[in-house]
């Protein structure tokens, strides 16, 4: 018998493992050459190894190598330059070495375009294999049922999905890349300075979103209006009700019904009940668990995302990255039955008197179903985070499979002299799924007496107040999420990375999203020089064509022709106004920069504040108190480049702790070089 030797490839060192273990059961290797880290494994005689890309092992870039020259559309895939170009180069290395005694090829890395990108862009270039031989193992969960069953469902890798993986790379770089330079550029040859500055498709409509909203709440002008209630005695107890008319425009006529009310008795003229069925939520999809993880629990779109990862990396939740609101054909029994026996959800075992039969939503993913927990108990105790967003899920899916909940509203009306008050309540007759969704719930019942047609009321004061209009509310990361998924702007795995850049940019801030000065500068060079940029029709019509690819590879010429002959267009209107839109750059900058590096008060004279300064000798940046006038010669030094973030306190010396993001990396410390243990930094950070 032939023996066959099959080189599977993942996306992380964790999944690479839980495949692994699942093919091989007890006879697994970890083999380390060279620090780098696969799996050896013999399965029916057949030799199986399992590598980990680690993430995107590569990427574009552009072949002049010159960031100051565009446009650019000349690109190339090569290996990413992580922090350190040895390691991604060890890496690629050892997996050319191993790939040459293969016979099969399989691509196990997340089934979306991201990880079809990734398993192809490897297993050409490193493996040297042509799509039509790779084989696609496809799953939503890393434990052990579904992997065996996806590694005996194994079929052909479609190469449709892996070009619209690579065209949207491709579209997105050369929108970014070129846009970005024209800011930077401008801005530079009008300072003389440097400053990284970044625009694309899906940043610039969602930048535009937050400015027109900024527009409206600068320019809104408050209308004044009063609002009546009645506040009459029932019983021992008092209870407010609303006027009919709740926003009354006119003060003469809102204080005529005080007036005529005062001193007078009310009388029910109306009761009405009706018996209310509340069904159940259904699964979360990822937008939805970014929305409730921030009304829950604070969490921004990309720290959940990250968070939900770790938690399907640790097999106890399905792939997080879908739109569905529908779950797969599954063992939902057993999934019930060993949440139950897991400490905080017995109650789970209620649910298995019956068939259980999932509430569903409306939106469907064709390549994963709704996020659901899989029914493995943590190994180990799950930080916190990661404990609140799992139990956040659990109870979620616990609450699809149980009945609905039952209310009884009731609505009187109270006659007072010809003006009608509305009195409201509501019980709940049967808890159904809220028993499972315990606190996430937000129902409340509101308790108001019985009372019957022609009771009279006793009416203790009219109260009568002034309003203003409120202007719209500004965005919060949940908000602008749900604003960019009903726009169609960006993709499930990309927007909350593109909310975060914003920030990281400095072209928003708080956490009622605020347009900064140079958020405002952007916008405004681009409304001058290339408004489709920020609007919505360009990038969903450009998303729309990338989803053709996936249907029809002869599509992927037409697109990335498109994109090129667009930007072509539109640069030049740049070049020619290059010294204006510098000027309008630069003051926007300027504007901002106290807004960016304050980095929380002084430890050493305890009135001033540390800040961002620049020698003017050396023009190196450096920490220093805005109290030295004074005399605090507090200071220290920072790395000279990268977006700095202020983080809060270090436990351990009282001095900031920052952030310092250059491009995808970041860097976390505490700025005083003498700090005890700066070693603890992280779990200075995380204590914080």
């Known amino acids: 018998m032939v023996r066959l030797r099959t080189f599977i490839l993942c996306e992380k060192t964790a999944a690479a493992a839980k495949i692994a273990n699942a093919l091989g059961n007890s006879d697994v290797r970890r083999v380390a050459r060279e620090g780098v880290v696969f799996y050896k494994l013999n399965r029916d005689g057949n030799e199986i190894k399992v590598f980990p890309a680690q993430g995107h092992l590569f990427a574009l870039y552009d072949t002049l190598k010159d960031r100051t020259i565009y446009p650019v559309f ?8 992580l922090r350190s170009k040895k390691k991604v180069s060890k890496i690629l290395d050892v997996m050319r070495e191993e ?5 099969i090829f399989v691509n196990a890395c997340d089934y979306d375009i991201e990880g079809e990108t990734i398993g192809y862009n490897i297993l050409r270039y490193i493996c040297g294999r042509e799509p039509q031989e790779i084989l696609r ?11 065996l069953k996806a590694f005996h ?3 052909k890798m479609k190469e449709s999905f892996a070009l619209a993986g690579r065209a949207r790379h491709y579209v997105d770089f050369i929108w970014g890349i070129n846009l970005s330079r024209v800011l930077t550029e401008a801005y530079s040859e009008h300072r003389g300075g440097y400053r990284t500055f970044s625009i694309g498709r899906v940043q610039g409509a969602t ?3 937050v400015y027109q909203r900024e527009c409206e709440i600068r320019s809104f002008v408050p209308t004044p209006y009063w609002t009546v209630s009645g506040v009459f005695i029932i019983g021992d107890r008092e209870f407010a009700a609303r006027y009919t008319t709740q926003k009354i425009y006119n003060q003469k006529e809102a204080f005529k019904i005080k007036v005529d009310c005062d001193g007078k008795e009310g009388k029910v003229v109306d009761v009405q009940k009706k018996q209310i069925i509340l069904e159940p939520p259904a699964p979360f999809n990822l937008g939805d668990l970014q929305r409730a993880a921030y009304r829950y629990f604070g969490y921004s779109p990309a720290r959940t995302l990250n968070l939900a990862e770790s938690l399907y990396l640790k097999a106890l939740i399905s792939y997080p990255r879908t739109n569905s609101q529908k779950l797969p054909k599954l063992n939902y029994y057993e999934i019930v039955r060993k949440i139950s026996k897991q400490t905080h959800y017995s109650f789970a075992s209620n649910l298995l008197t019956g068939t259980l039969f999932p509430r569903e939503g409306a939106k469907d993913d064709p390549a ?6 899989t029914g493995e108990r943590p190994k180990n105790s799950l930080p916190a985070a990661e404990f609140r967003l799992y139990d956040l899920i659990v109870r979620r899916f616990l609450s699809s499979f149980a009945p609905p909940c039952k209310q009884t509203r009731t609505h009187v009306v109270i006659d007072v002299v010809g003006h009608k008050f509305h009195l409201s309540g509501v019980t709940t007759d049967e808890e159904g799924w809220l028993e499972y969704y315990g606190e996430y719930s937000t129902l409340k019942d509101i308790q108001i007496p019985e009372l019957d047609l022609g009771l009279e009321i006793k009416l203790k004061e009219i109260l009568c107040e002034e309003n203003f209009e409120s202007p719209p509310a500004r965005y919060n990361q949940a908000s602008l999420l749900n604003k960019m998924e009903n726009e169609e702007v960006g993709t499930k795995a990309t927007r909350s990375e593109i909310i975060a850049t914003l920030f990281h940019r400095g072209y928003v801030k708080g956490s009622k999203i605020e347009l900064t000065n140079l958020g405002f500068a952007v916008v405004e060079a681009m409304l001058a020089n290339a408004p489709e940029i920020l609007g919505t029709e360009l990038t969903r019509m450009i998303d729309k064509e990338l989803e053709m690819i996936e249907t029809d590879v002869s599509k992927y010429p037409y697109v990335i022709t498109k994109s090129v002959e667009n930007i072509a267009r539109i640069l030049p209107k740049f070049k020619e106004r290059e010294d204006v839109l510098g000027g309008i750059l630069y003051e926007g900058a300027r504007s901002i920069i106290r807004d960016t590096v304050i980095l929380g008060g002084c430890p050493i004279c305890k009135t001033g504040s540390l800040i961002v300064l620049r020698s003017a000798k050396t023009k190196k940046r450096f920490v220093g108190c805005d109290n030295y006038s004074n005399g605090c010669k507090a200071s220290a030094p920072l790395p000279q480049r990268g977006f700095l973030t202020y983080l809060g306190m270090c436990k351990y010396c009282r001095w900031p702790l ?3 993001k250059l491009g995808k990396s970041s860097w976390r410390f505490c700025i005083n070089i003498n700090c005890p243990s700066r070693s603890a930094n992280r779990d200075a950070v995380q204590g914080l």
């Not at 790939?99 to 016979?103: G, I, L, N, T």
């Open 74 to 81: 000349d690109l190339e895939w090569a290996p990413v330059s």
């Open 99 to 103: 790939a040459k005694s293969a016979d």
């Open 137 to 147: 193992m496809k799953f939503s969960s890393l434990t052990a049922t579904e992997l």
């Open 153 to 155: 469902e194994i079929n």
């Open 207 to 209: 930048l535009h979103f």
């Open 368 to 373: 994963h179903p709704a996020i659901y927990p």
């Open 658 to 660: 920052v952030e310092s």
